[in-house]
């Protein structure tokens, strides 16, 4: 039994080395490419804080945007000194909430491979043409009300919906930080601080669209 053990939490310790090691190496990718383009990025690992809410996180992120430079962070694993499983997984959707909530950012966008929040489930050619997409069910706007209600209005319809339920069936194997449901949660708690919140489908214009002031393709929450 105490061999069994001994070689699980191995095996653990070997996970959690490769998650790091393929997070700060796709994190790095990212950073290279902001450099060569101008942007004076620099990579921000969560495990290097543990508490994402401490003081101490605060004021490296923030004095590094003081300072004229961009903040690259990461989902990654932090580990847990007074709790029984050794580590725990922060996504980047944690972090733009943590963000949010601390008055860092101002605004999130959350890029994903659909075009924003829909009320079904969208079907392969709704995920990958803007077009169907806008006629299958793809939300617009999403607006938080005082008491909690979500009003939604869809890309093909004249009326604002207030029925109907959000999808949050876009899924994958690979995603173990809580899908489209997470996202979702992390963008409305965002919102209800009073901060607009998009989402987008990544390697499509409507990222550049926004930040330039452009009408984009995707789904706005607000309160």
Known sequence: MKQDFANNLENIKIKVVETRFYVKTLNMEIVKRLVENGVPALTVSPMEFGDLYSSEFKGK?????????????????????????????????????????????????????????????????????????????????????????????????????????????????????????????CAFDIAKRSQNVFILKANTPNLFNIVEGREFVGTKIFK
Not at 91 to 113: A, K, M, N, P
Not at 140 to 151: F, S
Not at 157 to 171: D, L, R
């Open 61 to 185: 992120i923030q004095k590094l945007l003081n300072d004229g430079y961009i903040p690259v962070m990461h989902g990654d694993l932090n580990f847990n000194v007074k709790e029984e499983f050794p580590f725990s997984i922060t996504s980047g959707d944690t972090i733009l909430d943590v963000l949010s909530e601390q008055s860092i950012s101002h605004s999130s966008i959350f890029i994903s491979d659909v075009f924003g929040a829909f009320l079904n489930c969208p079907n392969d050619e709704s995920k990958n043409c803007e077009s169907v997409a806008m006629k299958n069910g793809l939300i617009k706007a999403i607006q938080i009300q005082e008491n909690g209600e979500k009003v939604m209005e869809l890309y093909e319809s004249s009326a604002t919906e207030k029925n109907g339920e959000i999808t949050t069936q876009v899924v994958h194997s690979h995603d173990v930080t809580g899908g489209f449901e997470k996202k979702l949660t």
